[in-house]
């Protein structure tokens, strides 16, 4: 059921994306794509189409977007409860042991450095 959802989703924010770059806007609305939607629809009718097509696509868009929160929220499972419980244990297991490996026991970078001699001033 999320597939399917999440299919309708994105579908539904595609078509979203080209009815809003369709419609036609107080500046003359595709002058760059080659035209007006006037040119495409015809004088006066494509308006009320893409303004209702937009909307009922924008109410799809909320409500999978609703829908696949709420799924997505009830769902308490982890990456990790897909592995095999023997890879989830040894993964567990060689952590500590990484840990423990390292030296404990470190000088200081200042003490290694040799000190320098000055020479006598004359």
Not at 35 to 47: D, N, W
């Amino acid at each position: 059921m999320l597939t399917f959802i999440s299919v309708i989703h994105i579908l539904a924010a595609l078509i979203l994306i080209g009815l809003v770059l369709a419609q036609d806007s107080k500046s003359g609305g595709m002058g760059m794509l080659g035209g007006g939607s006037s040119s495409v629809f015809g004088a006066s009718g494509g308006a009320n189409i893409l303004v209702k097509a937009t909307r009922t696509v924008a109410i799809v868009f909320a409500a999978t977007c609703i829908g696949l929160t709420i799924m997505s929220a009830n769902s308490t499972k982890s990456v990790i409860d897909a592995l095999p419980a023997s890879v989830a244990t040894d993964a567990a297991q060689e952590a500590p042991a990484a840990d423990m490996a390292a030296p404990q026991d470190s000088a200081p970078m200042a003490e290694e450095a040799p000190a320098k001699e000055e020479a006598p001033a004359q």
